[in-house]
């Protein structure tokens, strides 16, 4: 039977002892709330007063930052509203009212949609936070005017001239109409993938198979390779009886080992349309006895620098005697001769004649992107009545330089110390990127800041070196690798700037300005190759604009003016952030820079040696270049800004006797009295005095004759 008795005391219990268990939930959800907050906050003030000491010995630390709130207290103040006429406990309860009885805030709620907009524009700069002592605002603005103050003036640069633009593959021709082999025309359409020669080629081909000595100059990347290459083949391809005993047919000589290396490629992907033939390169740093071993074997081109030529000429027994030699190839000539290779040039014409059959006519081909007076000196002594293919004759009379169509050339004027991070974001507008700069240790510098710190915003990008000081195995694994990757910066020193193929890549930048105008233009012709598109950019300091004129003198005075935002922009601007945000996100990639080489003493070494070698770099530039580049126009503090040192030049650079006048320098650090000033101010006004004397002297007496 069912008690339907009821006690009505429990009933009236059962509603009071939820509102208890409910309140004590709420009671035990503010205490996890406080403790949370209390652990939160503890955490904030042991990275602010981390912070703190890193930035004060550094003396970045602004003083009306290290009074400001607490962003843990301001938020809890923001619980409790100012103004004397409210009730903290009305608030309180209010603030509640938005709660779900699960204790989670709504997510149309205001204050949802106020911390998520916040934590949006905060998540970017999250480091910057954490760096600059929690005050975002003030300090990363005082950071970000120490970086940007000088990039307000705008540099004026010198007048542009007309360019005298190249087109590679204005013809309609075939290679059929060159009459060289059938197999040879199909290689080159199946594996090349060509369809039609270039100029040059077009115009050297049969010239070459004539038999006569040729001197060939066009711009980087006309394909002059196979220019000489395909005459050589097609006279192996008509011999009778070819086998590996046949003897050496040519030898191609070129001034560095990665030119070696890409000539040798070229070779072997033309032997598919003769398996017969046999190419051998020879370089520095590979196995002399393998060499060897391969040439014993038998070989019927050789691909050789000059030095390693000349070692086996002397001492491999098999080259004693060259019966079948007819043909030598001076590749690069105007860069060998800038190498100094002159006189082993010479001793291996001379080794070769020698060797030769006395009734066989050496035939002598030699090719240049430029016809200075040395070329043309070796011109005179090793071609005989040549025939000469330049396909931009010029009828001014000085040197000028053809460029292709497809090369867009930039120029940006940069103050020293935004230069590292304007190279970050150069590097990343781009899939396949080549920076030169004038020195191995900037080379060793840069890869090792990139390659273990990585690039703005965490992005992906390979990084790869190549100077003249690597290991022939490393420079040879490092060239393969850029060339594989999909997204990737090879950052390296001139030894890249003459003949190599560098397929698919996008940008040329050009850190340092060249040693001359010539050399800028082999720079940039390592992209818009073979009708492809390119573009380069050019760096300069405020007091390098002057370089322009020495371009445009030789043929290459036609670009596009950028400005340092133009370049921060590609990595650093969003849709959300404004100009200055977007200064301040460049800063904080700048400081993180900063920071981590301070607390890397090996990487500490790399920069400092980067910048001993960028400030003696100076000291190597030609003497019609000097007024440009001059040490006294460098301000050295801010130089070394740009490698991410913080110390002043005089903290580091003691003990350093060849840039002992550097310590001397009030901008790298050293304190001059005025005393000092004065004398250095009198002898500067008595030498005025003194040349305008003369200009007067001078003047004179130019009336009076």
Known sequence: MIDLNLDFDDEVKLPSQSRKNSQQKNKNRKELMLAKRKKQKAQYERKKAKASQLLEKHGMLNKSAQNNKSPFNAKQNMSKPQSSGSNPESYQNKSNLKRKTDGKPENNSSEARFKKKKLLEGDKDQNYVRKFDGNKFSDMQSFTKHLFDENAEEIELPAQRTVHREDLFNNVVGFESLKIHPHLVGNLTTIFKLESPTLVQQKSVPQILEGSDTLIRSQTGSGKTLAYMLPIFDKLMKT????????????????????????????????????????????????????????????????????????????????????????????????????????????????????????????????????????????????????????????????????????????????????????????????????????????????????????????????????????????????????????????????????????????????????????????????????????????????????????????????????????????????????????????????????????????????????????????????????????????????????????????????RDDLRWAQKREDAGAVIDQATKDKAKERKEKRKKIVETKMKDLILSEFAA
């Open 240 to 655: 009778e009886n070819l086998d590996r005993k046949s003897g050496v047919l040519a030898v191609i000589i070129v001034p560095t080992r990665e030119l070696v290396g890409q000539t040798y490629k070229a070779a072997v992907q033309l032997t598919r349309a003769c398996t017969k033939i046999v190419a051998c390169e020879l370089t520095g740093g590979q196995n002399r006895n393998s060499e060897k071993a391969r040439l014993r074997k038998g070989s019927h081109i050789l691909i050789s620098t000059p030095g390693r030529l000349i070692d086996h000429l002397e001492k491999t027994g098999c080259l004693k005697k060259m019966p079948a030699l007819q043909m030598l190839i001076l590749d690069e000539a105007d860069r060998m001769l800038e190498m100094g290779y002159m006189d082993k040039i010479k001793h291996v014409m001379m080794l070769l004649n020698e060797r030769k059959l006395e009734e066989t006519k050496l035939q002598n081909i030699l090719l240049s992107a430029t016809l200075s007076e040395n070329v043309e000196s070796l011109a005179g002594l090793a071609l005989s009545d040549p025939k000469r293919i330049v396909l931009d004759e010029n009828t001014e009379g000085n040197e000028k330089f053809a460029i292709p169509n497809t090369l867009k050339m930039r120029v940006v004027v940069i103050p020293p110390k935004l230069r590292l991070i304007c190279l970050a974001s150069a590097i990343l507008e781009k899939k396949k990127t080549l920076v030169f700069v004038n020195t191995m240790a900037e080379v060793n510098f840069l890869f090792e800041i990139f390659s273990k710190l990585g690039y703005p915003r965490k992005m992906k990008m390979q990084t790869h070196r190549l100077h003249g000081n690597m290991e022939q195995k490393e420079r040879v694994e490092n060239m393969n690798a850029f060339l594989k990757a999909e997204k990737a910066v090879l950052i390296a020193t001139d030894v890249a700037s003459r003949g190599l193929d560098l397929p698919n890549v996008e940008t040329i930048v050009q850190f340092s300005p060249p040693g001359s105008a010539r050399e800028y233009v082999q720079r940039v012709g390592r992209t818009a190759r073979k009708g492809d598109a390119g573009q380069s950019l050019l760096f300069l300091l405020p007091s390098e604009v002057g370089f322009l004129s020495a371009v445009a003198a030789v043929g290459a005075g036609q670009w596009d003016q950028s400005d340092v935002e133009d370049v921060l922009k590609v990595v650093f601007h969003n849709k959300r952030n404004s100009e200055q945000q977007m200064r301040e996100e460049a800063a904080a990639f700048q400081n993180e820079i900063e920071e981590y080489i301070t607390q890397n003493d090996s990487l500490r070494e790399l920069a400092i040696e980067g910048y001993c070698s960028f400030i003696r770099s100076y000291a190597a530039y030609p003497s019609e270049l000097k007024p440009i580049f001059h040490i006294k126009k460098l301000h050295l503090g801010h130089i070394a800004k740009s490698f991410g040192i913080r110390d002043k030049p005089t903290d580091f650079l003691t003990g």
